[in-house]
């Protein structure tokens, strides 16, 4: 053994027989030190004392220790007494904690100084930011959480400070997320008329909602939930084991709808995939489903065979059929619904029952069809974008943000209502949603995180509910369960029941060399389109 570790051993158990010693030692310590501060009292007493008093003073203390020896158990009581005293009068009083200190003046110091470069000019007269000035100078109220996090400020600037810029505002509002904390989100209020800026911090969005039946009008789809302040309407979701109410992110689809289809851009594993889902979910009870997963991932392996789904394609050849399909019974809709307003007669529940085209990453079939010289998908769509309105056809694409520019000028033109998930430069999430955001987006987000935008609406805040792929082991058992018990099912006793379709049944054609696990369906004469008129 080294000579070192020899050292260190014996330093450690040096430590040890001392802190055993301590403990052992403690109460005699502190009779001890009790008894030195009798001691101390008494020699205090005994000094101030006048010289004349001094004589009977020690009389009377001779007689009372006289005294106390005459008694029976005299002597052992004055000891047992004197112990007990010095023994409460030598504890030591605990150290009282500092105060914490206020975290404004922690961290708004810090806010301040990080705004100066920005906001200080040196001939203005009358400046809110100096170096050498304070942050009561320029900051008019702030509120903080317990655990010492801003949650609220207002922030004075100059008026010569480019407010109507975004490039400026946007600088200052990174500084503001920088110093208090790029893990949350802030809304930035800007009041231009008083030079204010107000800062909130936005509380996080509940997590790990399971699916279920949400209480929604027909022809509304709920792809989240957001804050509060967003809508005034509430729903109520059954989460953390208990019942409440969200306020909803809705999508209303349908003839009358401005924005009858639906893009959802987002990072890889931001949850494009699951919001498809949640969508499927919803539209299953009163409609009937296309599915194209372009990625072949098999992330709607649970929708195959379900009553409603007519197929979920995964190959090329596949979704070629299947979007053909869909493009001749869009035109063949409106066909029937044009006859039928032609001769005053009510539309035909097959041409008015809802028909869902759901696209998973649509544009890796378009990179395979260019190798393969075959059309591309993405064409196919063009009839059910531009007629799906009228003809109870909706689109829904899920894509990844970095293939949006590879997804076709006519499905970029026709969804009016967006999705973005993932996190993403504000910059990206301005391009993707068509507007500028009103606040600075977290660091890191949880799947599911993002932001929505229906129409010419404010971009708000998503949190789409956690409707997992019942086969990915990975995903919570209560999760996956939930999705379950939604899955229409031909045995009622085990699953949610299939809902009612009309006698009419639209057809896909089988595509050649179509993958195991698909859903064949015959095409019958009665459910070939109509050309479009
Ligand atoms: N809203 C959500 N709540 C909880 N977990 C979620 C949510 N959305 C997605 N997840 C989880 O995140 C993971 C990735 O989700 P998903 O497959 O939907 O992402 P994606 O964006 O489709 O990914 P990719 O682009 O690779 O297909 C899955 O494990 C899924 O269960």
Not at 71 to 94: D, F, N
Not at 330 to 358: C, F, H, K, Q, S
Not at 411 to 423: I, M, N, S, Y
Not at 438 to 466: C, E, K, M, N, S
Request: hydrophobic share 40%.
């Amino acid at each position: 053994m080294s000579l070192t570790r020899h050292l260190t051993r014996g330093r450690d158990l040096a430590r040890t027989a001392g802190d055993h010693a301590a403990d052992m030692f403690a109460p005699l310590s502190l009779i001890g030190r009790g008894l030195r501060r009798h001691a101390g009292w008494t020699k205090t007493r005994w000094q101030a004392t006048p010289k004349e008093k001094r004589g009977p003073t020690a009389l009377l203390a001779v007689a009372a220790v006289v005294g106390v020896v005459l008694l029976p158990h005299g002597p052992l009581l004055a000891i047992v007494a004197l112990l007990g005293s010095a023994a409460w009068t030598g504890r030591q009083p605990k150290p009282v904690a500092a105060p914490a200190p206020d975290p404004a003046d922690v961290k708004l110091p810090a806010l301040y100084a990080a705004l100066t470069p920005y906001l200080a000019a040196p001939d203005d007269p009358c400046p809110l930011y100096r170096p050498d000035g304070g942050y009561r100078d320029a900051f008019a109220g702030w509120a903080f959480d317990p655990d010492g996090r801003l949650t609220a400020l207002e922030i004075g600037y100059p008026g010569w400070f480019t407010d109507t810029e975004p490039g400026a505002r946007s600088r200052i509002e990174q500084v503001v997320q920088g110093k208090a904390g790029r893990a949350r989100e802030y809304r930035f209020d800007w009041d231009l008329e008083c030079n204010r800026l107000r800062v909130t911090a936005l509380a996080p969005l509940p997590q790990d909602v399971p699916a279920q039946p949400w209480v929604t009008a027909p022809g509304e789809v709920l792809l989240g939930f957001t804050d509060p302040e967003a809508t005034q309407r509430r729903i109520p979701v059954a989460h953390d084991g208990g019942p409440g109410h969200q306020p909803p992110v809705i999508w209303r689809t349908g003839p009358r709808s401005a924005e009858p289809h639906l893009l959802v851009l987002g990072s890889t594993g931001s949850g494009g995939s699951t919001l498809l889902r949640t969508v499927a979910l919803q539209a299953l009870a009163h409609g009937d489903l296309v599915v194209v997963d372009g990625a072949g991932t098999g992330e709607h392996a649970c929708l195959v065979n379900r009553p409603g789904v007519h197929t979920v394609e995964t190959s090329l050849h596949g979704a070629l059929a299947a979007l053909e399909w869909a493009a001749q019974e869009t035109e063949r809709r409106l066909a029937v619904l044009n006859a039928a307003r032609y001769r005053g007669e009510p539309a035909p529940a097959d041409a008015t029952r809802p028909l869902w085209l759901l696209l998973d990453h649509p544009t890796e079939l378009t990179e395979l069809a260019e190798a393969q010289g075959q059309p591309d998908p993405q064409d196919l769509l063009e009839v059910p974008l531009r007629h799906g309105r009228a003809a109870r056809v909706t689109v829904v694409v899920a894509e990844s943000i970095e293939a949006a520019d590879r997804l076709s000028p006519a499905l970029r033109g026709a969804v009016r209502a967006r999705v973005v998930l993932g996190d993403h430069p504000a910059p990206e999430l301005a391009d993707a949603l068509g507007a500028p955001l009103d606040l600075t987006p977290a660091a890191h987000v949880p799947p599911g995180r993002g932001y929505a935008r229906i129409g010419a609406g404010p971009a708000t805040r998503l949190q789409a509910p956690a409707t997992v792929d019942p086969l990915d082991e990975d995903a919570p058992a209560r999760l996956r369960d939930a999705v379950i018990a939604l899955l229409p099912h031909r045995d009622t006793r085990i699953e949610a029941p299939a809902p009612p379709v009309p006698d009419h049944q639209p057809q896909v054609p089988a595509a050649p060399g179509e993958p195991a696990g698909r859903v064949i369906l015959e095409k019958t004469p009665e459910a070939s389109p109509a050309p479009l008129r």
